[in-house]
């Protein structure tokens, strides 16, 4: 059974940066992609950043040149650093595995950006 467990949310005022991580249990950490994804109040979740079985990473327009995905298989964990952090950037971030079409998906850490 794959269970995937995020931390690393938090308060953190504008500009500031935070770093999410997300730990994977199951034996096929390795040969699935991973992913961010993010709901803020009153909006529909959305995809934030991916990286692939190889490391090509993908993201969304609003976090490129801020956010950065990568991975480590050797402890099964995807991270998620945040710089210059935006008031917009609030929300609840969900880490996601696609492993062929089967999605699995965390419990969500809730990232709150305020003075």
């Known amino acids: 059974q794959v269970r995937l467990v995020e931390s690393g949310g938090g308060l953190v005022q504008p500009g500031g940066s935070l770093r999410l991580s997300c730990v994977g249990s199951g034996s096929i950490f390795s040969i699935s992609a991973m992913g961010w994804y993010r709901r803020a109040p009153g909006k529909e979740r959305e995809f934030v950043a991916r990286i692939s079985t190889d490391a090509r990473t993908t993201y969304a327009d609003s976090v490129k040149g801020r956010f950065t995905i990568s991975r480590d298989n050797d402890k099964d964990t995807v991270h998620l650093q945040m710089n210059s952090l935006k008031p917009e950037d609030t929300a609840v971030y969900f880490c996601?595995?696609?492993?062929?079409?089967?999605?699995?998906w965390g419990q969500g850490t809730q990232v709150t950006v305020s003075s």
């Open positions: 996601n595995m696609v492993w062929r079409t089967i999605n699995y």
